[in-house]
Nanobody
């Protein structure tokens, strides 16, 4: 049974950092396109960061988080992380870990097949 469980959310002040973790079970993260998405109150869900391996490790970021967020994975632990630095109030959202059945293609335009329940991140000004 495929399961994704997020952790690490919380409340921090603007400029601070948080590290989100996603624990996967039922499949191996190393073989899949893995990503983080977020949904702010009253807004549509948006892609934040993706990572996949296809001969080399590739990472993709939304323009709004480039240079501030870093996605990584630990295949041995079957986990994916999102390091979030220089946080802004507009980063406030519920963050979801997601996985796609294939490592390629991997992009924000492609549907993800599995989703976690989310973890709330609140950034105060």
């Amino acid at each position: 049974q495929v399961q994704l469980v997020e952790s690490g959310g919380g409340s921090v002040q603007a400029g601070g950092s948080l590290r989100l973790s996603c624990t996967a079970s039922g499949f191996t993260v190393g073989w899949k396109c893995m990503g983080w998405f977020r949904q702010a109150p009253g807004k549509e869900r948006e892609g934040v960061a993706l990572t996949t391996f296809r001969g080399a490790l590739y990472s993709y970021y939304a323009d709004s988080v480039k240079g501030r967020f870093t996605i990584s994975r630990d295949n041995a632990k079957n986990m994916v992380y999102l390091q979030m630095d220089s946080l802004k109030p507009e980063d406030t959202a519920t963050y979801y870990c997601a996985a796609r059945d294939y490592s390629y293609p991997c992009g924000f335009d492609y549907d993800m097949n599995y989703w976690g329940l989310g973890t709330l991140v609140t950034i105060s000004s």
